[in-house]
């Protein structure tokens, strides 16, 4: 095989011979693939001799599907050869082929940008340390969720009053199409429809009332709530004292409270980590030089669009239509929102490449194995956590996150 490469700015062109004796070689293997499929009278499916089957059959089987595997083949040679960083399947063109004569092909593919980075090192430097601190208000409102994570609850006929949980069915003319839906909450700690919890002070189990609302899908509009009240519960909380430390795995309070405390330290150290990565990477593109292929850029976009129908079903519990028209948009207009997001998030993964390049950095698979043996051994069950890790996409969500982290630690964070 033969070739000759030229670059047009981020793509690659290849023109390609494969030599008629080498060529030869595969279409000489997809006959004998056909042959194995093809029924000939007087013959066992895939029995008959090549030269009958050669006779019996169409030229075109066999020459089409050995121009398929010919190409292939040789462009994975290039690509390896190459060291091609492709970002899109190639643009195939045959130029030449006939049994007995060379093949004959260009391919086109596009490829990662050229990054020019700023000194990357210098611009993360000046990116400081914020304070890390847990306020007091954080940790009391930590100790609240747990102990109203295990409240009991307690059928009460009286008014609801704040601290009850109450439950409810209502409709709406002018929200998700009239469907009954069914809620529950208490009172006092903040709903999604503005001025619900107020108006329900003081409703009775089996209950019925109008309610007008301003709409959660428009700040300007109001709506009318058809609400039956199906339960008002006085919740009873317990107290924070050893017996209760002791029911959630703990020795005493003071053991719960240093846990607690050492989570919310934890979480504002990850929390502050993650936003100095995010300016210190801000910074750098914002001083490289490069533009984010188009292919990229739609891909993003994708990843962008799944992820929002993902938590339109699981988390919303409607359908991305339903979604769409709540919001008043077509899923046309919602790719073109995220066409900024996806471009900045490209420009960001090609600056992270390129400094990955340019530090010679990888991640041994020693690494990937002590970080899944770390991550296996908060399971239940240790073998069979690291097993599924393996054999699944994750020990490659484990590489990239390795590799980040390497990046992120030659810049300082």
Not at 105 to 118: N, T
Not at 348 to 368: A, D, M, T
Request: glycine share 4%; proline share 3%; with cysteine.
């Amino acid at each position: 095989m033969t070739y000759e490469k030229k670059q047009e700015k981020n793509k690659l062109v290849f023109n390609i011979t494969v030599e008629a004796n080498e060529f030869k070689e595969f279409l000489d293997r997809a006959l004998e693939s056909i042959a194995k499929e093809v029924e000939i009278k007087g013959f066992r499916k895939g029995h008959a001799p090549l030269n009958i089957v050669k006779q019996n059959i169409d030229p075109s089987l066999v020459l089409s599907k050995g121009v398929e595997d010919c190409i292939s083949n040789k462009w994975f040679e290039i690509l390896n050869k190459e060291n091609i960083e492709a970002i899109c399947q190639p643009n195939i063109e045959v130029l030449k082929m006939a049994e007995g004569n060379p093949l004959e092909f260009k391919a086109e593919v596009e490829v990662l940008p050229e990054v020019k980075l700023p000194d990357y090192k210098k611009l993360a430097s000046e990116v400081k340390d914020g304070e890390i601190k847990v306020e007091e208000k954080e940790y009391e409102d930590a100790i609240s969720w747990l102990l109203s994570s295990r409240a009991k609850f307690f059928q009460k006929d009286g008014a609801a009053e704040k601290g009850d949980l109450i439950e409810i069915t209502y409709t709406a003319k002018d929200l998700d199409g009239g469907k009954e839906k069914k809620d529950r909450f208490i009172l006092g700690k903040g709903h999604y429809i503005d001025g619900l919890e107020e108006k329900l002070l003081g409703l009775k189990r089996e209950d019925e009332k109008e309610i007008e609302v301003v709409s959660p899908e428009n700040e300007k509009k109001k709506i009318v709530l058809n609400i039956k009240v199906d339960s008002v519960q006085e919740m009873e909380t317990p107290e924070l004292n050893d017996e209760f430390a002791k029911g959630v795995g703990f020795e005493n309070v003071k053991k719960l409270e240093e846990s607690i405390r050492n989570g919310l330290q934890k979480e504002k150290e990850m929390a502050e980590k993650q936003r100095k990565r995010t300016e210190i990477l801000e910074k750098i593109v914002k001083s490289s030089k490069l533009e984010a292929p188009q292919p990229l850029i739609e891909r993003e976009v994708d990843v962008l669009l799944q992820n929002l129908k993902n938590r339109t079903s699981y988390e919303l519990q409607m359908t991305f239509d339903e979604y769409l028209k709540q919001i008043q948009k077509t899923e046309d207009q919602v790719r073109k929102e995220f066409e900024k997001i996806a471009e900045e998030r490209v420009k960001g993964f090609l600056v992270l490449h390129e400094i990955e390049k340019k530090e010679n950095i990888n991640v041994s698979s020693e690494e990937i194995n002590k970080r899944i043996e770390e991550l296996a051994a908060e399971y239940p069950d240790k073998n069979k956590a690291k097993e599924e890790m393996m054999n699944s996409n994750v020990k490659y969500y484990i590489e990239d996150e390795l590799r980040r982290d390497k990046i992120f630690n030659i810049l300082g964070c």
